[in-house]
């Protein structure tokens, strides 16, 4: 069966360096336009504007009487009809939002995705009035935890159009490690920001460490909070027992994952309402053959059974953390068993191209309606 033309908004231009969007942009069959740079996007994939510069774009406006948003609008639904778009792929809720006008100018049925930040940040929800035109426009919305279909359910989703589908990753490319063999190093990999909560992985580990010396930890990745955590590593006497590595490339997380006992990720709800999707890299960790030590936070639960493939706690509570965290340094067998259980399950229920093709499935089915 032949795809349907596809166009996908992307409202960053370094869309790349999102792993979930740049799967769809790399792997979605029938993907005839790219569109970014905003939720109502300004530029093609090869970043032409789709409207001239700011001067002959006032000359426009006043001529056809129309806002610079509107005329965007307009350039917008015209693009969809000559590359004859039978659906639109609108990466996060806002970006759906803005697209409902185009796409009901060109006649395109609509599939917003959520991502995780969009579905309850408060600010993000009072901007987009709890996103009521989408849930009632939109051919589909897709969202990637069982907690974020909730919540979209609670904010008026219909039931026959909400499609829960998690990430997928490339399997194949981490190899089932031995965390029995291990040291009882664990790894931490994220960007650093409130709801990953670099600090309170931190906290916990100093509990574990002062019990047990010979732990480590390497906490991979950069963002707002790094130096904070840095001067926290100084302040708690951790110099040489955390390293701070920055940003890895993927291949040197797959080989840090490789020689580490254990994941760790002290994920939580932000004083407004950020949440995770279903982080990537636990994903990854899983299929490392790591457990994974973490919170039960968003997706999280969805994808780590307690006691099966990791160990869970509630979010803020450092003492059980921590003593996971002893467990795990305890207890090479247990890590090695709750490893070989997480990569089982990612092989049998997360590989991106099983992802992408219910992915497709849903855009299709759009796209017939």
């Not at 979605?28 to 905003?38: C, I, K, R, S």
């Not at 059980?320 to 068993?337: E, Q, S, V, Y």
Request: with cysteine; proline share 6%; net charge positive.
């Amino acid at each position: 069966m032949t795809a349907a033309r596809l166009c996908i908004v992307s409202p960053n231009r370094d869309a790349w360096s999102e792993t979930f969007i740049a799967a769809h942009l790399r792997h979605l069959p029938g993907a005839a336009l790219v569109l970014t740079d905003g939720h109502l996007p300004r530029r093609d994939a090869g970043g032409a504007l789709l409207l001239p510069p700011t001067l002959a774009r006032r000359v426009a406006s006043r001529l056809l009487g129309a806002s610079p948003v509107a005329l965007l609008e307009r350039r917008i639904a015209r693009q969809l009809q000559r590359h004859r778009i039978q659906v639109l792929l609108a990466e996060y809720g806002p970006t759906g939002e803005a697209m409902l006008e185009p796409c009901r100018r060109a006649g395109v049925p609509l599939v917003v995705h959520f991502h995780g930040v969009d579905a309850f940040h408060v600010k993000l929800l009072e901007d987009h009035a709890r996103y009521r035109r989408i849930l009632e426009h939109a051919a589909a919305v897709v969202v990637v935890s069982r907690e974020m279909e909730r919540q979209l359910l609670d904010l008026g989703a219909d039931r026959a159009r909400l499609h829960y589908n998690c990430y997928g990753i490339d399997v194949e490319r981490f190899r089932a490690g031995r965390p029995d063999e291990a040291p009882p190093h664990f790894l931490a990999v994220g960007r650093f920001v409130d709801k990953k909560a670099p600090h309170l992985t931190l906290l916990a580990f100093h509990q574990a460490w002062r019990r047990d010396p010979r732990m480590r930890l390497t906490m991979a990745g950069n963002g707002p909070l790094w130096d904070s955590t840095r001067q926290l590593v100084a302040a708690l006497g951790l110099e040489g027992v955390v390293d701070l590595p920055g940003v890895l490339t993927p291949e040197q997380v797959a080989g840090r994952m490789a020689t580490a006992r254990a994941f760790v990720q002290h994920s939580v709800i932000t004083a407004d309402n950020d949440h995770e999707g279903t982080p990537l890299s636990v994903l990854e960790a899983m299929a490392s053959g790591l457990p994974v030590l973490s919170t039960r936070h968003a997706g999280i639960p969805d994808v780590v059974e307690h006691e099966v493939s990791g160990l869970l706690c509630a979010e803020r509570d450092l003492e059980a953390m921590a003593g996971h965290l002893l467990r795990i340094a305890a207890d090479p067998a247990l890590a090695l068993r709750m490893g070989q259980a997480g990569r089982t399950h990612a092989e049998q229920r997360h590989r991106v191209e099983d992802s992408l093709a219910r992915l497709a499935a849903i855009l299709a089915g759009a796209a017939r309606r």
